[in-house]
């Protein structure tokens, strides 16, 4: 079973990044498609962005696409969420999640495995 922790959150000014990691143990990542997840206040979780692990193919939110990448480094057992150009819209409680299907499919309902999340702040 995999386990997954978030680090990389914080405050940031608006136009600034961030680059979330999420590693995992418990097993290797080379078979599970990854994805982030966001929620704020009084709002649904939403996908932002998902990777196979197939090709490394990857989706991403039309609120994101454009300034935020994801990537993956199987032999670290990590994966990345660079965002940069933030904006106070992309406030929110960041998730990392697993697939054991490998695709880059980015509803929550395919996700089974699910980190603590990290706290993302965009304010001046």
């Known amino acids: 079973q995999v386990q997954l922790v978030e680090s990389g959150g914080g405050l940031v000014q608006p136009g600034g990044s961030l680059r979330l990691s999420c590693a995992a143990s418990?097993?290797?990542?080379?078979?599970?498609?990854i994805g982030w997840f966001r929620q704020a206040p009084g709002k649904e979780r939403e996908g932002v962005s998902c990777?196979?692990?197939?090709?490394?193919?990857?989706v991403y939110a039309d609120s994101v696409k454009g300034r935020f990448t994801i990537s993956r480094d199987n032999a670290k057992n990590t994966v990345y969420l660079q965002m940069n150009s933030l904006k106070p819209e992309d406030t929110a409680v960041y998730y990392c999640?697993?697939?054991?299907?490998?695709?880059?499919?980015?509803?929550?309902?395919?996700?089974?495995?699910w980190g603590q999340g990290t706290q993302v702040t965009v304010s001046s």
């Open positions: 999640a697993a697939n054991p299907y490998g695709t880059s499919w980015c509803h929550s309902r395919a996700y089974g495995y």
């Open positions: 418990g097993s290797t990542l080379d078979y599970y498609g």
């Open positions: 990777i196979s692990s197939r090709d490394g193919s990857a």
